[in-house]
């Protein structure tokens, strides 16, 4: 109430126009929260703790277009706000609706958003730079489009002699592969967790299918990316070093192994079938 029964000076320095809130709105002159064209954001303090802010309005006079106001804001904007209202603008516009839409936002910003370094799980991981919203675009996951025998062959007699056990490949169906070992996106760097922060689906985008990581849940700034990569084989399992309580041990995916596993007889046990 104090706000608004205090006069309100236009924010200009040099101007000393004077208006009531109320009696200024009616005249279409004050700040109004519903228009993002006259807001301003200004911290109090340089200290992150203090989350006071400001907000300035300007008389008609001093009332600047928006693109020429960016400028002069950053100037005035501590760094901490500075780098909030960053953040703000590699976020999806909300009137962006369509997947082709979003994906090309995706791409656009992902080096922004998105760096990588030393994984507390293994080797190096990705980070978030900046906060995601569950269901946010992440990052898209490219390499070298290969057949599954092509895949297991290179897995077995080049990558693990030269890489060590890690593995690049990301199985889309029985038929294709993404071998993202000598080329692809920082997206081969996402490691497993049993209780992972994204999930990867694959969409398709004016005809082409792309396999997108998208965020689970909201994850904050320098949280590592995980997904669950349901890595699956019969006969080799991978010790999982997520950390979490329901780690489930191995990065493979146990209970689709186990109902295959039901189904599948070694060679071995294999007789000739013989008519009767
Ligand atoms: C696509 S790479 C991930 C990037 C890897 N951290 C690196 O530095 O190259 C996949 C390999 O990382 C390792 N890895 C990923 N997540 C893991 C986890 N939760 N536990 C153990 N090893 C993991 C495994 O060796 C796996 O084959």
């Not at 703000?88 to 997947?99: E, K």
């Not at 493979?252 to 596993?261: F, G, L, P």
Request: glycine residues 4%.
């Amino acid at each position: 109430m104090k706000f608004l029964n205090a006069l309100k000076k236009c924010s200009n320095n040099t101007c000393r126009v004077a208006y009531h809130p109320l009696c200024a709105r009616a005249a279409g002159l004050c700040v109004e929260l519903e228009d993002e064209d006259r807001l301003y954001l200004l911290s109090l303090d340089e200290d992150d703790a203090d989350q006071c802010i400001r907000l300035l309005s300007f008389c008609k006079k001093h009332r600047q277009p928006l693109n020429e106001r960016v400028v002069t804001d950053e100037r005035r904007i501590s760094p901490t706000c500075l780098q909030r209202l960053r953040a703000s603008q590699l976020d999806a516009p909300s009137n962006i609706l369509s997947m082709a839409e979003k994906y090309q936002h995706m791409r656009q910003t992902f080096r922004k958003r998105l760096a990588f370094g030393k994984s507390g799980i293994h080797g190096f991981g990705i980070f978030a730079k900046h906060p995601h919203r569950a269901g946010d675009m992440v990052i898209e996951y490219t390499g070298e489009l290969v057949r599954p025998p092509i895949a297991d062959r290179r897995e077995r007699f080049i990558y693990n002699s030269l890489v060590g056990a890690g593995t690049y490949m990301f199985r889309i169906d029985d038929k294709r592969v993404i071998d993202a070992t000598r080329a692809g996106s920082i997206a081969h760097l996402i490691n497993h967790s049993c209780e992972p922060n994204c999930y990867s689906r694959v969409i398709s985008v004016n005809g082409d299918e792309h396999i997108i990581i998208f965020a689970k849940r909201d994850i904050k700034r320098w949280e590592e990316l995980t997904y669950d990569y349901r890595f699956f084989s019969i006969e080799e399992k991978l010790a999982c070093y997520c950390g979490f309580s329901r780690c489930r041990g191995v990065v493979n995916d146990t209970e689709a192994e186990e109902q295959v596993a039901e189904l599948y007889a070694p060679r071995y046990e294999l007789t000739d079938w013989k008519e009767e």
